[in-house]
T-cell receptor, first 107, second 116 residues
């Protein structure tokens, strides 16, 4: 089983701040997913990474395969970024989910 | 991007009745679909994995006779909660991928089930 840990569990930031959410996993994987879940419950897939770095708008995701660690960064945070961010490790059809980071961005 | 829909988005049913939830991939072939449940303030818990045309593989502790999964086509999977009880009240989410062509996974918006 792949143990997936996220930190922090809860995060409150002022609008405009740079935010980092961390994810570590215990076993080598094929891909690492970052998901966003809004209060209504719907889940959006933000990134799928197998190496290096990806950027989409104000969101940046990085992964270090050797250290089994991934980070999600949000630049110039905005209240609409308030959500739960979940990382999930993936090998084949096996997924292991972190417990999520609840982010609140205050105007 | 690829879209996965779920229907209904919410449902209230009486204890003892059965409820069917549909999960559809709208613009890609979903060779593999996953069903999750999520309790308040908890992460996703995988219930089962289904491949089109095959029987679903259930996770340990999930009753396959209670949670019936059918994946009869490349765009549709259904989850039927049989003889629902209040403890089955939860948020049910499906996801789909075109495996092994792609690792990308696309999530449905979820279905909130309340059993009274």
């Amino acid at each position: 089983k792949n143990e997936v840990e996220q930190s922090p569990q809860n995060l409150t930031a002022q609008e405009g701040e740079f935010i980092t959410i961390n994810c570590s996993y215990s076993v080598g994987i094929s891909a690492l997913h970052w998901l966003q879940q809004h209060p209504g419950g719907g889940i959006v897939s933000l990134f799928m990474l197998s190496s290096g770095k990806k950027k989409h708008g104000r969101l940046i995701a990085t992964i270090n395969i050797q250290e089994k660690h991934s980070s999600l960064h949000i630049t110039a945070s905005h209240p609409r970024d308030s959500a739960v961010y979940i990382c999930a490790s993936n090998t084949g059809n096996q997924f292991y989910f972190g417990t999520g980071t609840s982010l609140t961005v205050i105007p | 991007g690829a879209v996965v829909s779920q229907h209904p988005s919410w449902v209230i049913c009486k204890s003892g009745t059965s409820v069917k939830i549909e999960c559809r991939s709208l613009d890609f072939q979903a060779t593999t679909m996953f069903w999750y449940r999520q309790f308040p303030k908890q992460s996703l818990m995988l219930m089962a994995t289904s491949n089109e045309g095959s029987k679903a593989t259930y996770e340990q502790g999930v009753e396959k006779d209670k949670f019936l999964i059918n994946h009869a086509s490349l765009t549709l999977s259904t989850l039927t909660v049989t003889s629902a009880h209040p403890e089955d009240s939860s948020f049910y989410i499906c996801s789909a991928r075109d495996w092994p062509i792609s690792y990308e996974q696309y999530f449905g918006p979820g279905t909130r089930l309340t059993v009274t």
